[in-house]
């Protein structure tokens, strides 16, 4: 076990070079070299491990760990037994790397009385009598620690034997979790007196000088949390300077939260602004809905739980607290009644999205984009963090495009794709395919029971700006067409989401919108819009199909194993069209028409087990089939319905049938037991 010790003069010297620090506003960055170990008769050591037997002078604080305790010890290292009865101390930490900002660790509070429990905290119990202490050492006030002298008042005090030692005090610390401080060694040292009774017996160290003493090293892993901003979002890590080549018509501003703690951290409220100085060459546009879908575009996505997004702000303000004139600054506030979001470990979080527009107008510059009003707190309203414990800023940099540069990559095409309602095994949203379950008792309430909503959903939407304000035009009207097996689906029932109440593009409603049935299988669906105020780009929810399953599908079906009827929902000759009716950028040739409209597997099937189809297996279904138990083909009382296992009928009603609904019991059609996951086609959907 190495240790270093700091003699009585080397003490005196480091106080006045701290002294001098502290003296031109500033603070150490590092301690230098300790002195070589020295004999002493008398010093006293810091003890970083408490629980392990010696003196541990080199500790490493586990990931997770947040409380620690240095004990005081005084040690006797003569051949002759030493009387204490008066002791001072004075216990410093300071990291030994950069960057210093501030003590890793903050000392607990302590007892208001008895004395002998302030913090640091005295240690009756191997020092009995009356001793009493406060809470102060006055030496060196310029140099800040844990301070505590302590005398006896029966003038007795206590025998060190010889050889020996005893912990006088400790000193409990709890770790600075929400500073965002790198992994970094804290070195603890100390000023100490130590006398006798009333100065009764020769002291070692006590009037006019420091004990010899040992230093203690505890390293200490990564901690905080910060909340940075991203301004490339495509490229992995945090990139907080990027370039935007000119002639870019929009740009994206990912809000990081980042947890740097070795425990995970659970959110549940937040709120901030993202100050943008320069508004000629970025931009937040406002974007109408509700408030988690506006700009700064909430991240429902990886935020669990039920979030509320309270904000009566709009999407930009030029009169927030503290921002400079001219700046535009936007805002979110949202918190989680429940129980927040778990961000594990050294795992980070995208709370929302700011989308910019880059004016036709733009100049080559760049554009400081700054953090400000940050706040994040638990599902206690404890703070987790704010901008004193770590916030970051990103700066975007529109640059010239070079002669001759060649034409920059044309940017993605817009596009449809379907997105299911349903949960867990009932959707795989890769493909996509989803489940539509057969049920005929209600209340049929959930995701897919009875009917399938299907969100027609937009991404990749760029306009131009046609009526010359320095702003794109927007969306303002679109148009599909739905094809789909009129034998197994019998309506599709389209309707719009855009421009309705709480749509992207609310503001240009209400839309007028029209279906037209083309054929039995074929439904033309289509939204227009008037006036020139302006429609959403980006992506956002376009329009919504309910799907209904046709009334023959029951019967061509049986509660049994891997029964189901897959079909294809496809999309056909999608349109869409800026406010003034010129075709959005990025459709084929020009004329409106979308490279790709997304298809949708969808499975029409029965719950396996569900004889009464009210989308559960439950006592009666158990029921029906043991009413029936017995019952053989041939007879009266046999019906296909409740012959259920194997899958081809075996033409008896029998125990394995029975079993095949009592084993299910519980089971429904959001949480099938075992799981019925959709048929996946043998080929690739478009889209």
């Known amino acids: 076990m190495r240790r270093s010790i700091v003699s009585a003069a080397a003490v005196v010297g480091l106080a006045l070079v701290l002294l001098g620090a502290l003296g031109s506003g500033g603070r150490p960055v590092a301690l230098a070299a300790l002195p070589p170990v020295v004999t002493a008769p008398f010093y006293v050591a810091l003890d970083c491990d408490l629980t392990s037997p010696g003196i541990q002078d080199n500790c490493t604080l586990a990931p997770g760990v947040t409380r620690t305790d240095v004990g005081v010890v005084f040690v006797n290292n003569s051949a002759a037994p030493y009387t204490i009865g008066a002791v001072g101390m004075r216990v410093i930490q300071s990291p030994t790397t950069p960057p210093f900002n501030g003590d890793r660790f903050t000392q607990l509070a302590g007892a208001a009385s008895p004395s002998v429990d302030f913090n640091p905290d005295f240690n009756q119990q191997a020092l009995p009598g009356g001793w009493s202490c406060v809470p102060s050492f006055s030496i060196f006030p310029f140099i800040g620690g844990a301070d505590l002298t302590c005398s006896d008042a029966n003038g007795i005090g206590n025998v060190i034997a010889a050889n020996s030692s005893v912990t006088v005090a400790t000193v409990h610390y709890s770790l600075s979790t929400g500073v965002l401080a790198p992994p970094q060694p804290v070195v603890f040292y100390g000023l100490f007196r130590v006398g006798g009774p009333a100065n009764t017996n020769p002291f ?238 209600g209340p049929c309430g959930g995701p897919g029971e009875g009917d399938l909503e299907v969100v027609e959903r937009v991404t990749g939407v760029l306009t131009g700006d046609q009526n010359g304000d320095s702003l794109p035009d927007g969306l303002g009207a679109y148009e599909f067409q739905v094809e789909f097996d009129n034998l197994v689906i019998q309506s599709v029932n389209p309707s719009d989401i855009v421009f309705s109440p709480g749509g992207a593009g609310a503001a240009r409603g209400p839309a007028n919108c029209t279906m037209s049935i083309a054929s039995e299988n074929l439904v033309r669906f289509g939204c227009v819009t008037s006036g020139q105020v302006q429609g959403p780009e980006g992506s956002f929810d376009l329009a919504k199909l309910d799907l ?140």
């Open 204 to 441: 070692f160290c006590s009037d006019g000088q420091f004990c010899p003493a040992y230093s203690a090293i505890i390293n200490v892993p990564a901690t905080g949390v910060a909340v940075v901003l991203d301004c490339e979002m495509a490229v992995p890590g945090i990139q907080d300077s990027c370039t935007l080549p000119a002639g870019a018509p929009s740009a994206d501003v990912a809000i990081v939260l980042v947890n740097t703690n070795a425990s995970a951290i659970q959110l549940a409220a937040f709120n901030f602004d993202v100050e943008d100085p320069d508004p000629g060459r970025l931009n937040p546009p406002t974007i109408s809905g509700p408030f988690s879908d506006r700009n700064p575009d909430l991240n429902q996505a990886q935020l669990s739980g039920t979030l509320v997004c309270p904000s009566v702000e709009a999407d930009s303000a030029l009169d927030r607290p503290g921002a400079a004139p001219g700046t535009v600054t936007s805002f979110l506030s949202c918190y989680d009644p429940g129980n927040g979001t778990t961000v594990g470990a050294g795992e980070q979080l995208t709370l929302a999205t700011v989308h910019y527009l880059v004016p036709t107008t733009a100049s080559p510059g760049p554009v400081p984009l700054a953090l400000a009003h940050v706040a994040l707190a638990d599902q206690n309203a404890l703070l987790i963090a704010d901008c004193s414990s770590g916030c970051r800023g990103a700066a975007i940099t529109i640059v010239s495009a070079p002669a001759n540069a060649p034409s920059p990559t044309p940017m993605a095409s817009p596009a449809i794709t379907k997105v299911p309602a349903g949960v867990g095994s009932n959707v795989n949203a890769a493909v996509p395919a989803a489940n539509l379950w057969i049920c005929q008792i």
């Open 548 to 687: 209904v399953p046709a009334a023959d599908d029951a019967k061509d079906l049986f509660p049994g194993n891997d029964n189901g009827m897959p079909t294809l929902i496809k999309d056909n000759q999608c349109e869409l069209a800026d406010v003034f009716g010129h075709p959005v950028q990025g459709t084929i040739s020009g004329a409106g028409l979308l490279p790709a409209c997304g298809d949708l597997s969808v499975t029409v099937r029965i719950l396996e087990g569900d004889l009464n189809l009210d989308c559960k297996v439950d006592v009666a279904d158990e029921a029906l089939i043991a009413a029936h138990y017995g019952a053989t083909f041939g007879s009266a009382f046999y019906q296909k319905w409740f012959d259920v296992e194997p899958r081809f009928h075996d033409l008896d009603v029998d125990i394995k049938d029975l079993q095949k609904v009592f084993g299910r019991d519980g089971s429904t059609c959001q949480a099938p037991m075992p799981p019925q996951p959709p048929v996946v086609p043998p080929f690739a959907l478009a889209g």
